[in-house]
């Protein structure tokens, strides 16, 4: 780990079994602090809440003896030691399943992730999903994030969404995307075609929770949630009846660009969640184009672009996707009628 403790009084030394062993006196100007924190500042490729648990699973020495308590305050003299053992094997495991890569560095990998593939393994899918592509592709050198060998998935699109996705490899790039997520300083664009005709541009905002009815659903409610909005830019219209737009989030809740456009009375075409029912402007089709729009099978929606500053170089970095076949396809016919 290349942030580790680098002191003379604080030196870093391999077990036999490639575990850490970070070791620290307390000097004078580091007495009267948690111990968690003050390790988790002294190693910034420890999270607090790694620290914390290592220090309650027996990891950490004082003079010797073992302390559990994070909150240990520390004073002059103290001898710590905190042993960081080696990754556990992921559990997902690694497949060989072939990634569009767009970018790809020592922190960080950024993918063009084609509709149908689920990110995360789960109850049903276990297998065949981004994670197991990406622990596949990086190989047995992969470093890891909070203490096992697996990529740090920092957002996520749904399984039928397509379109750039960044990962971390390194708990830096991990902590660093985490916090520009979390601050908005992440730039995203989507494309999406929607029943109905939407102003040239505008804001979709309301907050966002478990929809009530139906717990696999998300809508937007009355108290509670959490807050999103959504800005939105015209690009075409066709045949008064469908546009092709742009969503750019200020927010990033669980299907909130499908939330937000079907409670305006815009579902997205091929939405199986969100479109319960055949929209009236689909009646403003002839019937092949309707049968295409009414039959394309998942929503469509497309993550465009996406940019970030690395967080190792800091340089601002920005991606940008192509519309998928399926999604240029239905394009097409909708321009040529």
């Not at 073992?66 to 497949?95: C, F, V, W, Y």
Request: glycine share 8%; charged share 25%; aromatic share 4%.
């Amino acid at each position: 780990m290349s942030d580790a403790f680098t002191s003379e009084s604080s030196p870093i030394s391999m077990s036999s079994h490639n575990a850490l062993t970070l070791n620290l006196v307390i000097s004078s100007d580091q007495t009267g602090e948690r111990i968690d924190r003050l390790l988790a500042e002294q190693n910034k490729s420890l999270s607090r809440s790694r620290v914390k648990a290592l220090i309650e699973s027996g990891f950490l020495s004082c003079n010797g003896d073992i302390k559990r308590d994070p909150s240990l305050i520390t004073r002059e003299g103290m001898n710590i030691s905190l042993t960081i053992p080696p990754p556990e094997p992921a559990r997902p495991q690694a497949e060989t399943i072939a990634l569009t890569i767009l970018y790809e560095d020592r922190d960080l990998i950024v993918i063009d992730k084609p509709a149908g593939l689920v990110v995360h393994p789960a109850p049903g899918n276990e297998t065949g999903t981004l994670v197991n592509a990406l622990l596949g592709h990086c190989g047995p050198e992969f470093e890891g994030i909070g203490g096992e060998k697996r990529p740090g998935i920092v957002h996520r699109l749904d399984k039928d969404t397509s379109g750039v996705m960044v990962a971390a490899k390194t708990p830096l790039a991990h902590q660093h995307l985490s916090e520009a997520f979390a601050d908005r300083t992440i730039k995203r664009s989507y494309r999406a075609l929607v029943w109905g005709v939407l102003p040239p541009k505008g804001e979709l905002e309301g907050n966002i929770g478990r929809d009530k009815r139906d717990r696999k659903r998300m809508a937007v409610v009355q108290s509670g949630g959490k807050h999103a909005l959504t800005h939105f830019k015209t690009l075409s219209v066709f045949h008064d009846s469908i546009s092709l737009i742009e969503c750019r989030l200020e927010t990033g809740r669980t299907h909130q660009i499908r939330v937000h456009l079907s409670h305006a009375g815009h579902p997205l075409l091929g939405d199986p969640v969100y479109l319960k029912r055949v929209p009236a402007q689909a009646k403003k089709l002839d019937k092949e184009l309707r049968a295409l729009c009414l039959d394309f099978p998942r929503q469509a929606l497309h993550a465009a672009t996406l940019g970030f500053i690395h967080p190792r170089t800091k340089e601002e970095l920005e991606f940008s996707t192509p519309l998928p076949f399926d999604f240029e396809e239905l394009l097409a016919h909708l321009s040529a009628h």
